[in-house]
C-alpha cells in the first residue's frame, strides 16, 4: 500500500491514546470538547451520542451499507450492561448496520466478542458477569494466582484471568463464549472479508471500519507468526497485522473491487513498547527505532504521540507518491462526505478529499493534539506545549509525556526529534500560537487528569 499508494508523513491522530482517536475519526469532533473522551473501562457507556452526526450515519444518507469489525472501545449501553441480553445503544446505533466487535480492548474485559450487540456463542446457563471495583468470589487473579499465567503482567494487569493472561477488570461465567487471544486475529480477518463478500453482492456500496487490535497488548500472534519477527510477540503481531492487511487486499483484489475502493491505513496512536505485560518488547528491540527520529510514544504530547502512518489508496486512480501535506483523522468525515456528494460536515472535521487523493499538497494549517486531557497546537512548521505538571516520563512504559513547567516551542521543519525547545529565543512566536491556541480551546482554565495506568 505505502508503495502503490499516496503516503503521508504529516498525518495525524488527535490524540495519543485509542478512544479518543477513535472517537475523533468517527464523529468529525475534537475529543477534548466531550469531557468523558478518555481511555475507557469495558464497562463505560456508549461515548458517541446516539443523535450524534457519525462517519457510517453520513455514508447511509448516501445508500451506503456501513459495517466495523474488531476492537471498538467507544463504550457500550448506558452504563449498566447485562451482557446476557442485547446490549444497547452500541455501534447499530450510531450508523453501523453491521458490528462485530470486541467491547473495549483486548487486554479489557469482558473478553468476549459482540455481534450486533449480542455476546457471541453465550449459553444461557452461564451468564456473564463484570466488575471493574470488585473481584467475584473465587474467581482467580494475575495478583493472587501468578502460578496460572502464561504471560506475566508488570503493570496494571492483574486482575482476571482468561486463557492464562491477567487482564484489566474482573469477570465471571460465559466460558464457551471467551475469545483464545491467538486466534482474534484469524476471527476479525474472516468477519472482515465476509462482509466485503456479501456486500459485493448486493447493489449498495459499502463502507467498512476494520479496526484491527494488532499490535495493542496482550500481544498474541496465531502459531503462525510465533517467533518470526525476532523481536518478540511484539514484532510478530505486527508481521500479522501486516499479512491481515494483505489478506484484505487481496479479497477486494478478487472481488474485482480495487478500482473502485478508497482504502485509508492508518493508527490510533504512537508506539509503546511495554505497556503492561512482559512481552521482550524492551530486550528484543535492538536497533529498531519504533517512531523513527520522533520524541515520545503512546501517551505522550510529543510528536510520536499523534503522529502516525497514514496512507490513502484506490487502484488507477490514487497515484504512488508521498505527502508531506498536514492531515488527520478527523477531516474523514467531511472529506469523505465531498466523495459521496453529501453536504454533511463536521464542526472539526475539514474537507481534505483533494489531498487525501493526490490532486493537492494544501494540508491543514493548524490543529490541536491532545494526550490524556493535556493539548497543544500545531501549526504551520510549528508546535506550541504549554506548560503542565506532572512527571516528564512515565517510568512503567519509560515514555516521555511532554510536560514542563514552561512553555515548550519546536519548529518540526529543522527540529523534528524536538530537541531544541525556542520558546524563549522566539517571544512573539510564542504569544501569536499561544493566543491561536487559546482562541480554539477556549482561555478558561481546564482541569487536567495525571495519568494513569491501571
Request: net charge negative; glycine share 10%.
Amino acid at each position: 500500500m505505502a508503495n502503490e499508494g499516496l503516503k503521508f508523513t504529516n498525518a495525524y491522530a488527535t490524540s495519543a491514546t485509542c478512544t479518543p482517536s477513535r472517537y475523533a475519526l468517527l464523529t468529525g469532533i475534537y475529543p477534548w470538547r466531550n469531557e468523558n473522551a478518555k481511555i475507557l473501562p469495558g464497562t463505560a457507556p456508549l461515548l458517541i451520542g446516539v443523535d450524534q452526526m457519525t462517519l457510517p450515519k453520513m455514508l447511509k444518507t448516501k445508500g451506503y451499507n456501513t459495517g466495523v469489525v474488531g476492537k471498538w472501545h467507544l463504550g457500550l449501553g448506558t452504563g449498566h450492561v447485562d451482557w446476557n441480553e442485547r446490549i444497547s445503544p452500541g455501534p447499530n446505533e450510531v450508523g453501523f448496520d453491521y458490528a462485530f466487535i470486541m467491547a473495549a480492548t483486548q487486554d479489557r474485559v469482558p473478553t468476549v466478542y459482540i455481534d450486533n450487540g449480542r455476546v457471541a456463542g453465550l449459553e444461557k446457563d452461564d451468564p456473564i458477569l463484570v466488575d471493574y471495583d470488585k473481584n467475584f468470589e473465587g474467581e482467580p487473579t494475575g495478583l493472587e494466582n501468578p502460578e496460572l499465567l502464561k504471560m506475566k503482567w508488570h503493570h496494571g494487569h492483574n486482575n482476571s484471568i482468561v486463557n492464562g493472561i491477567p487482564r484489566i477488570g474482573f469477570m465471571k461465567g460465559g466460558e464457551k463464549a471467551r475469545w483464545v487471544d491467538e486466534e482474534m486475529a484469524d476471527v476479525f480477518l474472516e468477519k472482515a472479508q465476509k462482509y466485503i463478500r456479501e456486500k459485493k453482492i448486493g447493489s449498495r456500496p459499502f463502507f467498512l471500519y476494520y479496526a484491527m487490535q494488532q499490535p495493542h497488548v496482550p500481544r498474541t500472534p496465531n502459531p503462525r507468526f510465533e517467533g518470526l519477527s525476532g523481536m518478540g510477540p511484539r514484532g510478530d503481531v505486527i508481521l500479522e497485522a501486516d499479512w491481515c492487511v494483505g489478506q484484505l487486499m487481496k479479497t477486494l483484489e478478487e472481488e474485482g473491487l480495487l478500482e473502485n475502493t478508497l482504502v485509508i491505513f492508518s493508527s490510533d496512536n504512537g508506539p509503546v513498547l511495554n505497556d503492561g505485560y512482559y512481552d521482550d518488547a524492551v530486550e528484543k528491540l535492538g536497533t529498531h527505532a519504533p517512531a523513527g527520529p520522533l520524541r515520545g510514544g503512546k501517551y505522550s504530547l510529543f510528536e510520536a504521540g499523534t503522529r502516525v502512518p497514514f496512507i490513502t489508496y484506490w487502484k488507477g486512480r490514487i497515484q504512488p507518491g508521498v505527502s508531506d501535506a498536514m492531515v488527520s483523522q478527523l477531516d474523514l468525515l467531511t472529506s469523505l462526505a465531498t466523495l459521496v456528494g453529501s453536504d454533511i460536515r463536521a464542526d472539526d472535521s475539514m474537507d481534505l478529499l483533494s489531498v487525501l487523493m493526490g490532486d493537492s499538497k494544501m494540508g491543514r494549517e493548524e490543529l490541536i493534539l491532545e494526550a490524556s486531557t493535556r493539548t497543544a497546537l500545531r501549526s504551520g512548521d510549528f508546535v506550541m506545549i504549554p506548560p503542565y505538571d506532572g512527571p516528564a516520563v512515565q517510568t512503567q512504559v519509560n515514555i516521555e509525556l511532554g510536560n514542563d513547567k514552561g512553555y515548550q516551542l519546536y519548529n518540526l521543519k529543522s527540529d523534528i526529534s524536538q530537541k531544541n525547545n525556542i520558546a524563549s529565543s522566539e517571544p512573539e512566536l510564542l504569544e501569536k500560537l499561544t493566543k491561536r491556541f487559546n482562541e480554539i480551546r477556549g482561555s478558561k482554565s481546564v482541569p487536567v487528569e495525571q495519568l494513569e495506568l491501571k
